[in-house]
């Protein structure tokens, strides 16, 4: 029974157009630079990394430049972007309702994305709410979302495991994920956010979520030390999740999780992984390369 639930959550991935889905995080990698990086400089790397065909590129974030300064310039970025042969669609990380109307604003952009904690003390850490007035705000920015044509994804930040001492289990994360499905939420990332997530602690996410709720795509947002990316990656992959989040070099990390960050998930990692499981893609990895020296430029 387990197993014939296992395959009808893929094949609605499959269906959904996310056979294996790479989601380019530059505003992950870029965040927690101190050192403001010029607006030229920034359209320059994602007009390059628009040429990838990435399914999504996670930007920018419409959030208080207080909070994120790096992100203060994600409006003139923006206008700087040519989308006109690219496919990848745009995600802009919100932290309130008004960061939600200013994305929704522009029409280049495709999905809103808002870090949902499964803990209590990240929630206030991260975008300074409870739980439950978090909830209320993913509600919120869903209806907003929907009314401008755009979606909202749903990071369950904390999915794989709590360094605060609270309590945490794959129930735990099925319980949110499911309240936040009877929302309408359809793209739920799950996020370990400190590098906390065990191939195992993976497995049993992925392998407990997916078949409970076929309706939904789930996501994996893994930050990682250098040498564990591919148990990572393959725990994922074979507990059925087949949308990733990456970092070309694993660049950046949660300026709000802890001082020292641990990296993304590194894209050519993430390629890497599907060329040598020869699982079909359309990227340009030419353009990818291209990319991937202008990263390296940009971040030293």
């Given at each position: 029974?387990?197993?014939s639930q296992?395959?009808?959550?893929?094949?609605?991935?499959?269906?959904?157009?996310?056979?294996?889905?790479?989601?380019?995080?530059?505003?992950?990698?870029?965040?927690?630079?101190?050192t403001?990086?010029h607006?030229?400089?920034?359209?320059?790397?994602?007009?390059a990394l628009?040429?990838?065909?990435?399914?999504t590129?996670?930007?920018?974030?419409?959030?208080?430049?207080?909070?994120?300064p790096?992100?203060?310039?994600?409006?003139?970025?923006?206008?700087?972007?040519?989308?006109?042969?690219?496919?990848?669609?745009?995600?802009a990380?919100?932290?309130n309702?008004?960061?939600?109307?200013?994305?929704?604003?522009?029409?280049?952009?495709?999905?809103?994305?808002?870090?949902?904690?499964?803990?209590?003390?990240?929630?206030?850490r991260?975008?300074?709410?409870?739980?439950?007035?978090?909830?209320?705000?993913?509600?919120?920015l869903?209806?907003?979302?929907?009314?401008?044509?755009?979606e909202?994804?749903v990071?369950?930040?904390?999915?794989?495991?709590?360094?605060?001492?609270e309590?945490?289990s794959?129930?735990?994360?099925?319980?949110?994920?499911?309240?936040?499905?009877?929302?309408?939420?359809?793209?739920?990332?799950?996020?370990?956010?400190?590098?906390?997530?065990?191939?195992?602690?993976?497995?049993?996410?992925?392998e407990?979520?997916?078949?409970?709720?076929?309706?939904?795509?789930?996501?994996?947002?893994?930050h990682?030390?250098p040498?564990?990316?591919f148990?990572k990656?393959?725990?994922?992959?074979?507990?059925?999740?087949r949308r990733?989040?990456?970092?070309?070099?694993g660049?950046?990390g949660?300026?709000?999780a802890?001082?020292?960050?641990?990296?993304?998930?590194?894209?050519?990692?993430l390629?890497?992984?599907m060329?040598?499981?020869?699982?079909?893609?359309?990227?340009?990895l030419?353009?990818?390369?291209?990319?991937?020296?202008?990263a390296?430029?940009?971040?030293?």
């Amino acid at each position: 029974m387990l197993e014939s639930q296992h395959k009808k959550a893929f094949a609605h991935q499959i269906e959904s157009g996310t056979g294996f889905t790479i989601v380019e995080c530059p505003r992950d990698a870029m965040q927690g630079i101190k050192t403001f990086i010029h607006t030229k400089q920034k359209i320059k790397y994602l007009n390059a990394l628009l040429k990838v065909n990435f399914h999504t590129l996670d930007f920018g974030s419409f959030v208080s430049p207080k909070a994120i300064p790096q992100m203060r310039d994600t409006a003139e970025v923006l206008a700087g972007l040519d989308m006109s042969q690219s496919k990848t669609r745009l995600l802009a990380i919100v932290a309130n309702e008004r960061g939600g109307e200013q994305a929704c604003s522009y029409q280049q952009i495709s999905y809103l994305g808002y870090p949902f904690s499964i803990s209590e003390v990240f929630q206030k850490r991260n975008t300074n709410k409870s739980i439950d007035e978090s909830l209320v705000l993913v509600e919120r920015l869903h209806q907003m979302a929907e009314s401008a044509g755009k979606e909202l994804v749903v990071y369950l930040s904390m999915g794989f495991g709590n360094p605060y001492g609270e309590k945490w289990s794959p129930e735990i994360v099925l319980n949110w994920s499911k309240v936040l499905a009877g929302i309408g939420i359809r793209i739920l990332s799950v996020s370990d956010t400190v590098g906390v997530a065990t191939n195992t602690s993976i497995s049993q996410v992925f392998e407990l979520l997916i078949p409970a709720l076929p309706e939904v795509t789930f996501g994996a947002h893994l930050h990682t030390l250098p040498y564990q990316w591919f148990e990572k990656i393959d725990a994922a992959y074979k507990a059925g999740c087949r949308r990733f989040d990456g970092a070309i070099r694993g660049f950046g990390g949660c300026p709000m999780a802890k001082d020292e960050l641990t990296g993304n998930l590194p894209t050519e990692k993430l390629i890497s992984y599907m060329l040598s499981e020869q699982i079909p893609n359309n990227l340009n990895l030419l353009a990818f390369e291209s990319a991937y020296n202008e990263a390296l430029k940009l971040f030293g």
